[in-house]
């Protein structure tokens, strides 16, 4: 059981980080759009020589594939992670097995520092 758990983790884990990377190459080298999450007005200053405008659609572009790249950076380490959990599983199981068949009589060091 532990096993097939092991695995399953292991193959979501991969699959989470490859639609990480995958979004992240369409975003960052097809050129795809990104959610809007963060939209700044223009920047206007009231100066004595009259007022500046400050266009800030590069400032909100910018912070909006900020956020992309930490939240997919996120995806990527939540990946790893279940896929840690799924080979911890499957290292248990293989210690488990091996000390299954293992007989009273053959319990030596060197059998268990080959475990």
């Known amino acids: 059981m532990h ?3 092991g695995y399953l983790l292991i193959c979501a884990g991969l699959f989470i980080i490859l639609f990480a990377l995958h979004a992240m190459y369409q975003v960052f080298v097809n050129g795809e759009s990104v959610a809007a999450l ?3 007005a223009d920047l206007t200053l009231q100066t004595q020589a009259g007022p ?3 266009p ?3 400032t909100s572009t910018i912070a909006n594939l900020g956020l992309f790249a930490l939240f997919m950076g996120f995806l990527v380490a939540v990946g790893g992670k ?3 959990i799924g080979c911890q599983l499957l290292k248990i199981e293989r210690l488990h097995e091996a000390l299954l068949q ?3 009589g053959n319990m030596t060091e060197q059998t268990f520092k080959s475990l």
Request: charged share 10%.
């Open 52 to 54: 500046l405008q400050f």
């Open 102 to 104: 293992l007989k009273p």
């Open 56 to 58: 800030m659609q590069q």
């Open 3 to 5: 096993k097939i758990l």
């Open 38 to 40: 963060v939209n700044f």
């Open 82 to 84: 279940i896929a840690s």
